[in-house]
């Protein structure tokens, strides 16, 4: 039985600006496609091994306790409750015990019957799993994948599990008794873990560098929200050090700290990211595209196109491929975990 697979897509060419929330604009666009994976239940010792997976996979433990291994990364204890993203991970196992030998996953991915994957007698099971992936259009795919760990976990006890705990409620409830439109609950229920997941990360206190740890940064993340609010603007340095309150020596510092880049060439690269999506998605004039995102003339934005990406925006238009305004590659989704 294939997993559930929904496309949602509510981008459109007039919406090229994003708004002053950097997640929603870099999920935006990014079109992602949900998968809801059948539910895995369990008795008795067992363990699956899972390939290398593009993009991004999230889970919950429903009820039960198992182990996470990623490969190269000591094995983790996932307890009830507990939630899990993995960002483009290498090949791991998830296993009710250490000492069973691990099995390939996807010929009893394969298997699965109404929804769920089934290990041992029912009548022992002790462990329930549910939850999906996320594919992204390869575009803009670095946008969000680049500054993902291999690995979030929230706790069951972690204050901000509450509101993931009442989400999971209603995707096991969805998943356990299928009704009218579950798919589309399903798809939005997995999508809003994935901010909430996304959010914890944020607040985590060892972020690495990137824009998503920066966020919760006062200053630094008042910067990030104006230039996603307004890309057209010529921002300049001393603009955005003054809504972050700092000097523009202390600011590009503190900048180029936590996102890993200057201000400026920041503001380049996310001027660019809106443009590749436009140009892969829409029919705007690039003249037109050119003066939505920042730029007084065509050439000007032709010149800082070639530069980041390689190519001049009508070579990258005629060139574009893969899925558009929420169409699968191939007209199918793709089977496995």
Same mark, same amino acid.
């Given at each position: 039985m294939e997993s559930t697979l929904l496309y949602v897509s509510s981008r459109t060419e007039e919406q090229v600006l994003g708004s002053s929330d950097p997640i929603a604009d870099a999920i935006g666009l990014l079109r992602p496609r949900t998968v809801i994976d059948p539910a895995l239940r369990t008795a008795g010792p067992w363990a699956l091994r899972f390939e290398r997976s593009s993009h991004v996979k999230i889970g919950v433990v429903a009820r039960g306790a198992c182990w996470l291994t990623l490969d190269g990364h000591e094995p983790v204890r996932l307890e009830e409750g507990d939630f899990y993203l993995l960002g483009n991970p290498p090949p791991y196992v998830l296993a009710g015990t250490l000492t069973a030998p691990p099995h390939p996953a996807k010929p009893v991915w394969d298997c699965a019957e109404d929804g769920v994957v089934r290990i041992g007698p029912e009548a022992e099971e002790d462990t329930y799993l549910c939850g999906g992936r996320f594919s992204f259009e390869d575009t803009n795919t670095p946008v969000l994948t680049?500054?993902?760990? #291999?690995?979030?976990?929230?706790?069951a006890a972690d204050? #901000?599990?509450?509101?993931?705990?009442?989400? /999971?409620?209603?995707?096991v409830t969805e998943t356990r008794t299928p009704a009218a439109g579950s798919s589309l609950v399903l798809s939005h229920l997995a999508q809003v873990l994935f901010v909430h997941m996304l959010r914890a990360h944020a607040e985590q206190?060892?972020?690495p560098t990137g824009w998503l740890g920066a966020l919760n940064d006062d200053g630094i993340g008042a910067a990030l929200r104006a230039m996603h609010s307004d890309a057209a603007h010529p921002w300049t340095l001393k603009e955005l050090a003054d809504i972050s309150h700092m000097s523009r020596s202390a600011f590009a510092s503190s900048f180029r700290s936590r996102v890993g880049t200057t201000p400026l060439d920041y503001l380049i690269q996310w001027r660019m990211s809106l443009a590749r999506d436009a140009l892969s998605t829409g029919t705007r004039p690039i003249s037109e595209l050119a003066f939505t995102i920042g730029y007084r003339s065509e050439s000007a934005f032709s010149t800082a196109f070639r530069?980041?990406?390689? /190519? /001049?925006?009508?070579?990258f238009r005629r060139t574009s491929t893969g899925p558009a305004n929420g169409t699968p590659v191939n007209g199918h989704p793709a089977k496995g975990h």
């Open positions: 680049q500054v993902l760990p #291999r690995l979030v976990l929230v706790r204050p #901000r599990g509450k509101l993931l705990a009442h989400l /999971s409620e209603v995707l206190a060892d972020q530069r980041v990406v390689g /190519s /001049s925006p009508k070579q």
